[in-house]
């Protein structure tokens, strides 16, 4: 069955500097990868997905991750981190031959300092 | 508006007894999912479908209970079997690409 890990419990950053959430994930055959953010109390919203293609992949709110196969990693990146970024991030991940079967990781607890 | 909607959104409930929580989608997804969130581990899948009167178990089915008679409709009842119930859950519907998720009901037992 595909998993997905990530290392890092809590990312802390400061306003305008890069960030990256990092992600791993195991699956069979090719990987279809997301992010995911999550703010108190609610549901999660939707940052970017890869299918296939370009490795560098960019979402919403200035947000890009990048694939790598040789890795297995699909790593969360932003040139410049905002206050209002702090929040729970998950990457999920969903296996070829099984996609409707979607597995998220432990989460990644973001905060931006100003 | 098209969205998954999740109600209540917050839900009380004694030792003993089944509750269940409803989520419905007018996004005309095929799949539909049921996740519950504790603090510090993340998502975890309790059952999934993939079509209207099919259902598989996820990691922690044990102790809830589903139904997909309606594409629209995947309610979820939490049994009294279910020990610790205590959580925030999640439903999501998706087609082939990313999962759209409704705004969760936080369940509490008391």
């Known amino acids: 069955a595909q998993s997905v890990a ?41 940052l970017l997905k890869y299918i296939t293609g370009d490795n560098l992949v960019k979402g919403s709110y200035g947000f890009e991750a990048e694939f790598n196969k040789s890795q297995t990693s699909f790593h969360l990146k932003k040139p410049s981190a905002l206050v209002s970024d702090s929040a729970l991030y998950f990457c999920a991940v969903r296996g070829l031959y099984n996609n409707n079967d979607m597995r998220f990781g432990a989460g990644t607890r973001l905060t931006v300092k100003p | ?76 009842t939490v049994t009294s079997a279910q020990k610790n119930p205590t959580a925030f859950y999640l439903c999501a519907s998706s087609t082939l690409g990313e999962a759209f998720f409704g705004q969760g009901t936080r369940l509490t037992v008391v």
């Not at chain 1, 069979?28 to 953010?37: E, T």
């Not at chain 2, 409930?13 to 989520?23: H, P, Y």
């Not at chain 2, 996004?27 to 079509?51: E, F, K, T, V």
Request: hydrophobic share 25%; charged share 20%.
């Open chain 2, 1 to 76: 508006d098209g969205g998954i909607t999740q109600s209540p959104k917050y839900l009380f409930r004694k030792e003993g007894q089944n509750v269940t929580l409803s989520c419905e989608q007018n996004l005309n997804h095929d799949a539909m999912y049921w996740y519950r969130q504790d603090p510090g581990q993340g998502l975890r899948l309790i059952y999934y479908s993939q079509i209207v009167n099919d259902f598989q178990k996820g990691d922690i089915a044990e102790g809830y209970s589903v139904s997909r008679e309606k594409k629209e409709s995947f309610p979820l």
């Open chain 1, 6 to 46: 990530q290392p890092e419990d809590q990312v802390n950053v400061a306003e305008g500097n890069p960030l990256t959430v990092k992600c791993t994930y195991s699956v069979s055959g090719n990987p279809y990868l997301f992010w995911y953010v999550q703010y108190p109390n609610r549901g999660l919203q939707f």
